[in-house]
């Protein structure tokens, strides 16, 4: 009998989701009022930092891990059933997670738990380490190559690992990422402008702005409130001060990637030092930041393409190629 497979990429800011050929990214959020839900997904985002005092956005997953299951097992209901739309009935159903890896068991299981507890009918429930399903995402063939380094700079945590033959062999996480740079330029603004912006118009400063290293000034409407009259105004903010802004959370990932490669074993470096970095993950798109990182390691660095989305298509790879199946597992057989 053939096979509905899911691949699931739980995200500080994104929900990812495969189904086939299909990927679902929204944001992981949800809009409630009182104990009913609003919206969820992007549609919920709209309404953040807009909504009325009745509605309350939360975002479920702090820093990678799950830290509301409710609201969580609310999401992942909906997103199943949006993405599910052209899902056979009657086929079997299995599930793939990501897991990150720099967490505790409990915090890992909580993934594993959230499909277990949701009720849909599935044959099997595996999990996959994320930086080998990143690296997979990321044109690697994961489980024979040796030496792999990955680094996948999300919205909470950045995580980077070295894998080797399909399992980890060093990794470790900072909790810095794109939600960290997104208060340094709340912050940054505030000082410079006297503007107080919302969370939103930091990230698209820091879309439209940011880049490391060298790159032509330019400016972007920045709409908030002067902290002095408290009337709404809007000032062109200059990337000198988004630039200067994320220079501190790019420190704390370049110092993590070389402290990791600094406990690489000596044969898995001259591996590393061939085959080049992986970069992967949203912030991965800052310009610049590729160059930088070479620099910063004189290691030849690859991007991945659609990076926010390279963990879920790893997981799809993993699940649908035969010769990947020994890299999913079940929790009981390893978290024991
Ligand atoms: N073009 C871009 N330039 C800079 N940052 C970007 C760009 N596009 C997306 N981002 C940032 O990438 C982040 C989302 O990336 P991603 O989906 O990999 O994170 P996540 O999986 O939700 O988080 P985590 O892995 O930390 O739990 C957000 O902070 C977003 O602002
Ligand atoms: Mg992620």
Known sequence: MSLNIFGLDIGTAQFKMSYGDRILNEHNCIATSGREMVAFGDEAYDMFEKAPTNIKITFPVKRGVIADIEDMHILLKNFYLKINGARRPGRMTD???AVPND???VEKRAFYELVVRSKI???HILVVDKPVADAAGAGVDVSRAKGIMIVNMGAGVTEVSVISFGGIVVSNSVNTGGDRMDESIIHAVRNEYNLEIGKKTAERLKQELAFVGKGEEKTFPGFGRNV???LPVSARISS???CKAISEPITMITDKVRMILENTPPELSA??????IFLTGGVSQIPGLKDHLFTETEIQVNMTQRPAESTVRGISLIAEKAEFNRLAYVPEERFA
Do not use: H, S, W
């Open 95 to 97: 599930f793939y997670i």
């Open 103 to 105: 967490v505790t068991e």
């Open 121 to 123: 009918k599935c044959r």
């Open 228 to 230: 002095l009259t408290g």
């Open 240 to 242: 000198r001060i988004i």
């Open 271 to 276: 591996d590393i030092i061939k085959n080049g």
